[in-house]
């Protein structure tokens, strides 16, 4: 039997304008926007909204509003009966899959993220990470030459789609593997506007402090499996889902990975809940025939997403 994925974005898939149109319309998402504001002690809402940008992508800020977005919206389509069979989130967003899989309560997520948020930030001085995505190599030719970089720190960070990683960690390390990676005949090498270097070793600092947040969370066992980004397999138990959320820190996302064990586990529809469609767009990546790929970021999309996993025209 066919089944369905929610799959939940990650940062840099925010943008001043997110789930205003869920907020004028919906007084369900409504009363849980609203609860974000309330429970950050903030108009979490009107930088969503308003912005400025600058302000908006900081990662602090960006994290708990990516996750509310796509709560929200998950709330919405639960509503219109719509239910996924896994669900799975690129690196914050594995906080969203989480609440979705009644692992965590939003009120928990949104709290715990502002605060990795903040860690992520602060693990690294300004100007010493870097992120680069290197386009036209696969793994194991990036993977060689990270390791042959002896200068400092550089590792694979995510791996999202073939021929389309993500590296990170020291500055002058990420930049020497990034020219090494172009005259092993990567077609493209960018650096990423990032504010660290997330998902690398140097995330230490942020790891343990996560650690003692996440600590006394109660985490329950998941309604449906969630796929993990720490080793792209399906959990249910709450504490080992905990415990990956911590690793997640330091560890790569194996996004690419993730996304084949769910197609080998049946899934044939990937719906991508909130704020923009970088996910789908990998997903299209990895597997192009025999699936169906849905984004759901405003009513319109909801409706149109709604429709189709019902069948109807």
Not at 188 to 194: A, E, H, S, T
Not at 212 to 220: D, H, R
């Amino acid at each position: 039997m066919a089944k369905t994925a929610f799959i939940f974005p990650g940062q840099g898939s925010q943008h001043p304008g997110m789930a205003e149109d869920i907020y004028n319309h919906h007084e369900g998402a409504k009363a849980l926007l609203d609860s974000a504001d309330e429970k950050l002690n903030e108009s979490l809402t009107g930088l969503m909204f308003n912005g400025p940008e600058d302000v908006l992508k900081r990662t602090e800020n960006a994290q708990p509003a990516l996750l509310s977005a796509s709560i929200a919206l998950f709330e919405m389509l639960k509503e219109q009966g719509a239910a996924p069979d896994f669900t799975a989130g690129h690196s914050l967003g594995e906080y969203s899959a989480l609440v979705a899989a009644g692992v965590m309560s939003f009120t928990d997520a949104v709290q715990t993220v502002r605060k990795r948020g903040l860690f992520m930030e602060e693990a690294v001085p300004a100007g010493k990470g870097a992120m680069s995505a290197v386009m036209g190599l696969e793994r194991e030719e990036l993977l060689d030459i990270t390791s042959s970089i002896k200068d400092g720190v550089v590792q694979l960070a995510n791996l999202n789609a073939p021929g389309q990683i993500v590296i990170s960690g020291d500055k002058e390390a990420v930049e020497a593997a990034g020219e090494a990676a172009r005259e092993k005949g990567a077609k493209r090498v960018i650096p990423l506007p990032v504010s660290g270097p997330f998902h690398s070793s140097l995330m230490e600092p942020a790891r343990d402090k996560l650690l003692a947040v996440l600590e006394p969370i109660q985490f329950e066992h998941s309604s449906v499996p969630v796929i993990t980004n720490v080793n792209a397999k399906e959990e249910t138990r709450g504490e080992i889902l905990k415990q990956k959320l911590i690793e997640q820190v330091t560890s790569p996302v194996y996004w690419e990975d993730s996304v084949r064990r769910m197609i080998e586990l049946g899934v044939t529809k990937f719906v991508e809940v909130g704020s923009g469609n970088v996910l789908s767009g990998l997903v299209r990546r990895v597997q192009r025939r025999g699936i169906e790929v849905h984004s759901v970021q405003d009513m319109a999309s909801l409706e149109k997403t709604v429709s189709k996993l019902k069948g109807e025209s």
